[in-house]
């Protein structure tokens, strides 16, 4: 799968911008019924005759097809966290239906990277890269997984590991990034901080939003192909 991801684009704190953003609110009758939204990020360039930049002001930024391009974008942002809450659902039923007939002490013991499992509190929800980490252990070190077309070589199981956790990042950026448009293409940006790197912006395309949709698809057919394998083995 030649799956495209959010890509870092060149605008950071040093940068000097501004955002425009001006609340539509809709109302039926005196009822209100949704407040439209279209932030802005405008990048500003400094006068060489040392005056400050003018901010520009474009009627774009306030029509209603970016408004509905920023409503789009939302829904559709909103649609990828939905399935990824999915996907990690089935991913800790799945990884528990393992566990019930295999013993979690020989799984630590496995390898080097399965012993790092020893840090986890298996008594409280893992979070979806430690559910993702345990994942990896059990299919690249459990011959009966050679039974899935998806995953019969030790190739295939790495890259569906990478992909795996490619996936879990890009969804906490759709889970936590601010987004905005970047002036004057209105590119949909996002203001993310992953852990351990600096506050950044990436961007993002349709085709980005719809190989997301690709990747849950594939996650989510090995995952429930291996779930039906271990409910029969209860």
């Known amino acids: 799968m030649n799956i495209e991801r959010p890509f870092k684009i060149d605008l950071n704190k ?23 939204i279209a932030p802005t990020i405008v990048k500003l360039e ?11 002001f474009d009627e774009k930024m306030f029509t209603d097809d970016i408004y509905k ?6 829904y559709s942002i909103g649609k990828l966290n ?16 393992y566990l019930a007939v295999n013993e ?17 509190n298996f008594k409280k929800d893992l979070t979806f890269g ?25 190739e295939k199981r790495n890259k ?10 890009d969804r906490d950026c759709y889970t936590h990034g601010i987004l905005s448009f970047l002036y004057p293409e209105f590119e949909p940006i996002l203001k993310v901080k992953p852990p351990g790197s600096e506050e950044h912006y990436v961007g993002l395309t349709e085709k980005i939003l719809r190989d997301n949709l690709l990747t849950y698809k594939k996650i989510d057919g090995i995952l429930s192909e291996i779930n039906q394998v271990w409910q029969e083995k209860r």
């Open 69 to 74: 391009k920023f409503n789009r974008l939302t």
């Open 82 to 97: 939905r399935l990824a809450e999915l996907i990690y659902d089935k991913l800790k039923r799945t990884i528990l239906l």
């Open 130 to 154: 430690q559910l993702r980490n345990v994942f990896s252990c059990i299919i690249k070190t459990d011959s009966e997984f050679e039974q899935f077309s998806e995953l019969d070589s030790a």
């Open 160 to 169: 569906f590991s990478i992909l795996f956790d490619n996936y879990i990042v």
């Open 14 to 36: 040093k940068d000097l911008t501004a955002e425009i953003s001006l609340p539509k609110t809709l109302y039926s009758g005196e009822q209100l019924v949704d407040i439209h």
């Open 46 to 56: 400094k006068g060489n005759d040392g005056r400050k930049p003018v901010l520009p």
């Open 104 to 120: 979690l002490e020989k799984l630590t013991e496995r390898n080097k990277k399965c012993k790092n499992l020893k840090e986890y």
